[in-house]
């Protein structure tokens, strides 16, 4: 019996919906990708200020397929373009499906050292793993032996030659995995096999996609913010569209929905900076980033560097966390095992850069641009050399370097990305179609809804977009180096 047949067809999930999948669909439930995904945390450290945001990436695909195959089902059904239902369903519950199975351990709170460690994204790694590039039997080979025993790697390899590939399942279900993964993975557009439906790729990533819309129905119902709730049902999904434009067939939304939409972002502004980058949730990711930059040097010759960032990515939460306990790092086990247990007394936040300071060309913006443009592996250890040597400057007792602590978000609100964003909106006006960005660029047109939209897209949504911790003894002195440092970088 499969991981998928107790299921049945109807996949009940925990935010109180009924996943309607295609039988033929639960195969890809069995592969050993996606079961993964039932070990990856989907909040990573939320968890430690709300207690009950544990749910697994597995959940929350579940949901996303859930949501984009309702939203497909509404835009066929109102056109103007008429789709047929059953001729897009299986592609886009699949991809929907496999969407997040390159997401690294603990999701968005590792996402960081994994990014800069391997230069990969999840979702070029999402779209290796459906092209069977690279698979979890490979993963379980080349995993080092001190994350897995001998008889634990021989029992899973025993498991996953068993189960079914994820590029098999496919091809069985008669969709192009190439195409999947071009349509997850947007680097893979060379050989463009997503043709003119240029609306399968907005319903994985888009303004108000699949994905987005899943997680801001669910995740403040699990966090206890019921206030930041997000009911895409209410009339969002009712009044999407498929649409002929510039060649290509998009997804648009009805101008009488475009509240929704700002709705939509205000939610996701207020979950990022209330939960997604609390205070204390970025805190113990800095410790437990640190930790983890200085366990990588243990990885050095036991894995293949060609194959180092995929086999990062593809452990789960508890094997990263192996992995970090068995350094010989004395540092870095005392940092882990700080986050871990002691978390709220021994740093704190001597510095920060919050959202309320970040506005668009002042000093603090360019500041914090500046930082973002720094080049490197690990940018932020430069700015560590430089406040660390203020710190210490003329000073006996000398602070060592793991005492000061810097991080900060990579992916922040970038204004130059609005345009592109707004390119990709499409508005539905009666018998009219037109493009958001067109519409905000035209000089005799002042639309005051799109504009609150670019507004809200353009908000912060990271509740501290830069931060220096150090214990509490001394803050006041890494304060003081932190604002001569920043305040070097608005001078420059």
């Known amino acids: 019996m499969g991981f998928s047949s107790v299921f049945g067809k109807d996949l009940e999930i925990s935010c109180g919906i009924r996943c309607k999948l295609s039988r033929c669909l639960e195969d890809l439930l069995d592969t050993a990708e996606v079961q993964r995904l039932r070990r990856v945390s989907s909040l990573g450290y939320v968890s430690f200020v709300y207690p009950d945001g544990t749910h697994s990436r597995f959940g929350h695909s579940l949901r996303v397929a859930h949501w984009g195959r309702k939203m497909l089902e509404s835009a066929c059904r109102n056109g103007p373009v008429k789709l047929d239902f059953g001729s897009f369903d299986k592609l886009v519950s699949a991809t929907l499906l496999l969407h997040d199975v390159g997401h690294g351990p603990f999701s968005h709170g590792f996402q960081n050292v994994l990014e800069f460690f391997t230069g990969m994204s999840h979702e070029e790694v999402t779209g290796k793993i459906i092209a069977g590039e690279f698979t979890m039997s490979d993963y379980v080979m080349k995993l080092p032996g001190s994350v897995i025993s001998d008889i634990d790697r021989m029992s899973k390899l025993k498991i996953y030659k068993k189960l079914p590939s994820v590029p098999h399942v496919l091809s069985q279900l008669g969709l192009c995995n190439s195409m999947i993964a071009q349509i997850i993975d947007m680097s893979r557009g060379d050989f463009d096999l997503v043709g003119d439906n240029v609306f399968l790729r907005q319903l994985v990533s888009g303004l108000f996609d699949a994905d987005r819309v899943a997680y801001l129905q669910h995740d403040p119902d699990r966090t206890g913010l019921r206030q930041c709730i997000f009911d895409p049902e209410a009339y969002l999904i009712s009044q999407l569209y498929v649409v002929e434009a510039g060649g290509q067939k998009v997804l648009a939304l009805d101008k009488s929905a475009l ?234």
């Not at 001597?350 to 360019?366: F, H, Q």
């Not at 500046?370 to 660390?388: A, C, R, S, T, Y």
């Not at 204004?415 to 499409?426: A, C, E, M, Q, R």
């Not at 000089?443 to 911790?469: G, K, S, W």
């Open 259 to 492: 509240t929704e939409v700002r709705q939509l972002l205000d939610v996701r502004s207020k979950m990022h900076t209330i939960a997604y980058t609390h205070p204390t949730v970025l805190k113990i990711e800095a410790m437990m980033y640190e930790a983890a930059k200085r366990a990588l040097g243990n990885l050095v010759g036991q894995i293949p560097e060609k194959d180092m960032g995929l086999v990062l990515y593809l452990m789960d939460d508890n094997e990263f966390e192996r992995f970090i306990c068995s350094t010989t790092d004395e540092t870095a086990l005392w940092l882990y095992n700080t986050a871990k247990l002691d978390r709220n007394s021994k740093y704190v936040h001597a510095y920060s850069i919050n959202r309320d300071n970040v506005k668009i060309g002042t000093g603090v913006d360019l500041a914090l641009q500046k930082i973002h443009e720094i080049q490197g592996v690990f940018p932020e250890d430069k700015v560590k050399k430089e406040i660390l040597g203020r710190v210490n400057a003329g000073k006996d007792v000398k602070l060592e370097d793991h005492e000061v602590i810097v991080y900060f978000r990579k992916v922040r609100t970038d204004p130059s990305k609005t345009g592109l964003v707004l390119s990709g909106f499409w508005i539905v006006d009666n018998d009219s179609v037109y493009n958001a960005k067109d519409r905000l660029d035209d000089p005799d047109v002042h639309d005051q809804e799109l504009l609150r939209i670019m507004d809200a897209i353009n908000n912060p949504i990271n509740y501290l977009d830069f931060t220096v911790l150090c214990p509490a003894k001394y803050e006041h002195r890494v304060q003081k180096a932190s604002e001569e440092y920043i305040g070097n970088l608005k001078r420059a």
